[in-house]
């Protein structure tokens, strides 16, 4: 693409977030072309230290910021801190209102002194009778029904993955971008609180929906009731699982006939799709057992040549041998302050026909303090001291 996707070129992002919700918002923001600040303290955010399945969080959502340090506990850090604002177009934060007082950086404060900015608050809740509890992805999981839907009976489950936390910050770079257009045209911010609860209750709207309408809450998605004749997973002759599905009368004929299962097709009673669902019972086996004559990887060039959804079950890391996942820019590549690569995906679609790379490298705590604090005006010595180092 000969002109790059950056809409939000020119725009000044303070974040002061940790974990993966307004860090997400601030990396979306960032791919976009805005330039994204990260206030860490002097120890640095403490997702830098997380292990296990915590490891990647803050590299992956914090690619492409400048770190800057600040020791807010000091009254020479909460005045940079202002001074940083006061340039910003955009205000990112996932804390409590207390905390972020005690900082320098109370929302209501910065409303009024900065009437332009735009304030981005993170939250478990949104207003209301929850608003001061403390919430993480699987406690609102819980809370709205997610994890009842997605494990079996008696067994709640969380997702495999942060989901709620990645969309509640994808909601928070959606509502900052609306903002930012409306005070092209009034001159001023707004305050805007994204609900980490709110964006699972969303998550879940389709099953309420299904009890309003129906009068019946609908049973966890291990044990649902199939709206489709074939839509499951089997076991191949090699020993792998592939997911198949046949979801009209024309996929069931085609999925019968490549398996050669006249008798299927053959049955009176298996002529429309509805009977077709409810002979589930008798006809899944029937198909499983076709299946399982078939290696993995014949099976899967198979359905794909004659048009049926088909997956083969996946682990994340099998993405890296993806070809689809690996063609040019599917992946970019960021180097971390220790020297360490990884890759990992940008944002989910084309624009002209290019997806935009994203990415980024990410920075050691405080690596771009200088350079951004001198930009203020800031002297070396009120520099060192708002980093809380001695001048």
């Known amino acids: 693409m000969d002109d790059a996707f950056a809409p939000l070129a020119g725009v000044r992002v303070v974040e002061m977030s940790h974990m993966i919700m307004g860090p997400s918002c601030g ?16 120890e640095g955010d403490k997702t830098r230290a997380l292990t296990g399945m915590g490891r990647p969080f803050f590299p992956l959502f914090n690619r492409g910021k400048k770190s800057v340090q600040l020791d807010l506990k000091s009254d020479a850090g909460r005045a940079a801190l202002d001074r940083l604002l006061a340039t910003a177009d955009i205000f990112v934060e996932n804390f409590r209102d207390a905390a972020l007082g005690r900082m320098g950086a109370d929302p209501q404060d910065l409303r009024a002194r900065f009437p332009r900015l735009i304030l981005a608050s993170h939250k478990g809740f949104l207003s209301g009778p929850y608003e001061n509890r403390t919430a993480l992805d699987e406690v609102v999981q819980m809370m709205t029904g997610l994890a009842y839907m997605t494990g079996p009976t008696g067994r709640p489950l969380r997702v495999g993955s942060s989901a709620n ?9 959606l ?48 044990e649902r009731d199939f709206s489709w004749p074939v839509y499951d997973i089997f076991d191949t002759a090699d020993g792998e699982q592939v997911f198949v599905g046949a979801v009209s009368e024309s996929q069931w004929v085609t999925l019968c006939t490549y398996l050669g299962l006249t008798g299927l097709l053959a049955d009176p009673g298996l002529q429309i799709r509805m009977d077709q ?27 794909e040549r004659i048009g049926l959804p088909f997956s083969p079950i996946s682990k994340p890391a099998d993405m890296y041998d993806d070809p689809h996942v690996m063609r040019p820019g599917g992946l970019a590549t960021s180097t971390l302050w220790t020297g360490e690569t990884f890759r990992a995906p940008a944002l989910p679609f084309e624009v002209d026909g290019t997806m935009l790379t994203g990415g980024g490298d990410v920075d050691d705590v405080g690596a771009h303090s200088a350079e951004v604090l001198a930009e203020l005006g800031m002297t070396g010595d009120e520099i060192a001291v708002a980093m809380g180092k001695a001048a």
């Open 27 to 42: 990396m979306f923001l960032g791919f976009l072309g805005a330039e994204v600040i990260k206030v860490e303290p002097p």
């Open 165 to 173: 936390d990645i969309m509640g910050g994808l909601f928070g770079a």
């Open 175 to 222: 509502s900052v971008v609306a903002a930012l257009r409306e005070r092209d045209a009034t001159g001023q911010g707004r305050s805007i609180r994204i609900g980490l609860f709110e964006n699972c209750l969303l998550l879940v709207a389709q099953h309420m929906v299904q009890f309003e309408l129906e009068g019946r809450s609908p049973p966890p998605m291990p």
């Open 277 to 303: 669902i409810n002979a589930r019972a008798r006809t899944i086996p029937v198909f499983a057992a076709a299946i399982r004559l078939r290696g993995r990887e014949a099976l899967v060039a198979d359905l």
